[in-house]
């Protein structure tokens, strides 16, 4: 099960589609949790016909801000919409693969103080309410949990920090740190004006967090929006171990293969022993001559895909702890470019 949540702020309305529209094109979550959508419930109409083979329900904007909406692939999950109001939105998930359910909370934190200490409030009432630990938490807070989610701007005050980690520890949820950087939101400024924040985040409930399951999170790459959005990936069942070998489609086009298969086979006469001991062998070298050849053939392909997210990962590290210069930004585009082609031909 994969989750989603993104906060599309900064977008205009063509744009908010045709990015939208391309990301669930290309999302494998089952779930995408949206902040921001700045939609009325006719727009949110008009806006759910437009992505194709996803269902959705939303609460309104409030004019020209806000606006909260959760899409669903209907052939993998199920989702139910409970209770709604202007920053969160309460849904009951049914996971059709795994036969399993769960709440899911949508929330877009206020910008002031008060405000934020109020949702928070009510939202732990909720959260009891509902009486399970297998709730997820999802969306854009507008708070942190320590100042070393925020690099520039104004120091956030005690009294907002304070008030948000109360609401984590009450309602016992466990935080989701993503596994390739920090910063969920950027400023798009350089030098000394550029700002960025941990504000768009996932929290699980204790179920989550058994010795029989693994969170994971990541931010995804995804350029236009201030906001990047956050994958929120949860495996049951116990850790897999080493997968199995398999044989890949793309072996087959290449017109060597065949002959190589051959040759290789008419190599093995070196080992002795029992017709299934030889057997044996004899398919553990053709396993490890397929590998090898695969490595050496493939590998332009990979090492590129490698290159490119490395050095993505390189800047998203000089933006936190230097901010975005215009090198930056152009360079950062010309990557996301490149690893498009890249995945494109893998």
Same mark, same amino acid.
């Given at each position: 099960?994969?989750?989603?949540?993104?906060?599309?702020?900064?977008?205009?309305?063509?744009?908010?589609?045709?990015?939208?529209?391309?990301?669930?094109?290309?999302?494998?979550?089952?779930?995408?949790?949206?902040?921001?959508?700045?939609?009325?419930?006719?727009?949110?109409?008009?806006?759910?016909?437009?992505?194709?083979?996803?269902?959705?329900?939303?609460?309104?904007?409030?004019?020209?801000?806000?606006?909260?909406?959760?899409?669903?692939?209907?052939?993998?999950?199920?989702?139910?919409?409970?209770?709604?109001?202007?920053?969160?939105?309460?849904?009951?998930?049914?996971?059709?693969?795994?036969?399993?359910?769960?709440?899911?909370?949508?929330?877009?934190?206020?910008?002031?103080?008060?405000?934020?200490?109020?949702?928070?409030?009510?939202?732990?009432?909720?959260?009891?309410?509902?009486?399970?630990?297998?709730?997820?938490?999802?969306?854009?807070?507008?708070?942190?949990?320590?100042?070393?989610?925020?690099?520039?701007?104004?120091?956030?005050?005690?009294?907002?920090?304070?008030?948000?980690?109360?609401?984590?520890?009450?309602?016992?949820?466990?935080?989701?740190?993503?596994?390739?950087?920090?910063?969920?939101?950027?400023?798009?400024?350089?030098?000394?004006?550029?700002?960025?924040?941990?504000?768009?985040?996932?929290?699980?409930?204790?179920?989550?967090?058994?010795?029989?399951?693994?969170?994971?999170?990541?931010?995804?790459?995804?350029? #236009?929006?201030?906001?990047?959005?956050?994958?929120?990936?949860?495996?049951?069942?116990?850790?897999?171990?080493?997968?199995?070998?398999?044989? #890949?489609?793309?072996?087959?086009?290449?017109?060597?293969? #065949?002959?190589?298969?051959?040759?290789?086979?008419?190599?093995?006469?070196?080992?002795?022993?029992?017709?299934?001991?030889?057997?044996?062998?004899?398919?553990?070298?053709?396993?490890?001559?397929?590998?090898?050849?695969?490595?050496?053939?493939?590998?332009?392909?990979?090492?590129?895909?490698?290159?490119?997210?490395?050095?993505?990962?390189?800047?998203?590290?000089?933006?936190?702890?230097?901010?975005?210069?215009?090198?930056?930004?152009?360079?950062?585009?010309?990557?996301?470019?490149?690893?498009?082609?890249?995945?494109?031909?893998?």
């Amino acid at each position: 099960m994969k989750i989603t949540t993104w906060n599309v702020r900064g977008l205009s309305a063509p744009n908010k589609r045709r990015l939208v529209k391309r990301v669930l094109s290309r999302s494998a979550s089952e779930i995408i949790v949206m902040q921001e959508t700045k939609l009325s419930i006719d727009n949110a109409e008009g806006f759910l016909k437009y992505c194709r083979d996803w269902e959705g329900v939303f609460q309104e904007a409030n004019g020209s801000t806000g606006g909260l909406g959760i899409l669903w692939k209907p052939d993998s999950v199920k989702v139910n919409l409970f209770e709604k109001a202007e920053n969160w939105m309460i849904c009951n998930v049914y996971n059709i693969r795994e036969n399993s359910k769960f709440p899911l909370i949508n929330v877009y934190g206020p910008s002031k103080t008060v405000e934020k200490t109020k949702v928070w409030n009510i939202l732990t009432n909720k959260i009891k309410d509902l009486m399970s630990d297998r709730v997820v938490v999802a969306g854009d807070f507008n708070a942190l949990l320590d100042l070393d989610q925020k690099k520039g701007g104004l120091r956030m005050t005690n009294k907002v920090m304070d008030d948000f980690r109360d609401f984590v520890e009450r309602n016992q949820l466990v935080d989701v740190k993503p596994k390739n950087g920090r910063s969920t939101w950027i400023n798009r400024r350089v030098n000394f004006a550029n700002i960025s924040e941990r504000l768009d985040r996932h929290f699980i409930g204790e179920y989550w967090m058994g010795s029989s399951f693994q969170a994971e999170a990541c931010i995804l790459h995804v350029s #236009l929006s201030d906001h990047f959005p956050v994958e929120l990936k949860l495996s049951e069942g116990l850790p897999k171990g080493k997968s199995s070998f398999k044989v #890949l489609s793309m072996w087959w086009r290449d017109g060597e293969f #065949l002959s190589n298969l051959e040759r290789w086979w008419k190599e093995i006469n070196i080992f002795k022993g029992t017709p299934s001991f030889f057997f044996v062998k004899r398919m553990n070298f053709m396993k490890k001559k397929i590998k090898r050849w695969n490595r050496d053939c493939f590998k332009n392909i990979f090492e590129e895909k490698s290159r490119i997210e490395e050095a993505l990962l390189q800047i998203n590290s000089d933006t936190i702890l230097r901010g975005m210069t215009n090198d930056t930004f152009l360079r950062e585009k010309a990557l996301k470019e490149e690893l498009a082609e890249v995945l494109l031909r893998e």
